[in-house]
């Protein structure tokens, strides 16, 4: 996706909206709490100084800085930017997890986990790279 919505409009959008404008995978993922399958990601060996960004709406999300490598097949981070993600319990799969969702659109994005012992926070943000956009420093 190139051309994000507003992010005032973002979260009004209807799923058909959503359909036109993402990916099968990114639709998947974003808007039916899918999961891409580990190691497949494209930003997942992503190095560069930026910003990830929501694939849905644009909001920025995390810092590279943050990234971190946690051998899990998706790209991890220690922290979100302040606010911009959104933490609710899920359930679902017979497991009790922390699901994140991206604070502008309500778009899922990924889950945390607290098993990140050598990270600042000790936070895992186990995220989908179809959920992300990477935008790299200066760009």
Request: net charge negative.
């Amino acid at each position: 996706m190139t051309d994000f919505p507003s992010l005032n409009d973002a979260a009004n959008m209807t799923d058909a909206q959503w359909k036109r404008i993402l990916t099968p995978m990114q639709y998947h993922v974003l808007r039916e709490a899918g999961t891409e399958r580990p190691f497949t990601g494209e930003l997942l060996g992503e190095t560069r100084d930026g910003a990830y960004h929501c694939a849905a709406c644009g909001a920025q999300l995390f810092d590279a800085s943050t990234k971190f490598e946690s051998h899990c097949g998706w790209p991890s981070f220690y922290q979100a930017k302040d606010a911009s993600t959104t933490e609710i319990e899920d359930r679902s799969h017979g497991m009790v997890r922390t699901e994140v969702r991206c604070s502008n659109c309500g778009s899922h994005l990924g889950h945390v986990f607290p098993d990140a012992p050598n990270q600042p926070t000790g936070n895992r943000y186990c995220m989908n790279s179809a959920a992300l956009t990477f935008v790299p420093a200066g760009g």
